[in-house]
């Protein structure tokens, strides 16, 4: 039996940064909420979101150049 161990490492990396997203936005957004009422966190939630946005482009743009490159080899 062989095991794939980047394919693990991609997956293990990729469940930590869901889970490390969903807890800031959470916990976060959750926590403004209760000290600070609703106005403040859906504007909280925006301004996280706005935050990640930059961050979701390079890692998408990544992901694309990874494919790209991957489709190239193949030929």
């Not at 990396?13 to 997203?21: D, F």
Request: hydrophobic share 55%.
């Amino acid at each position: 039996m062989t095991r794939d161990l980047r394919k693990y490492a991609r997956q293990t990396n990729v469940r930590l940064g869901v889970g490390a997203a969903l807890v800031l936005l959470i916990v976060g957004v959750g926590l403004i909420y209760l000290i600070y009422g609703p106005g403040a966190a859906v504007t909280g939630l925006l301004c996280l979101l706005a935050g990640l946005s930059p961050v979701a482009l390079i890692i998408l743009s990544l992901a694309l150049l990874d494919w790209i490159q991957k489709r190239a080899n193949r030929s």
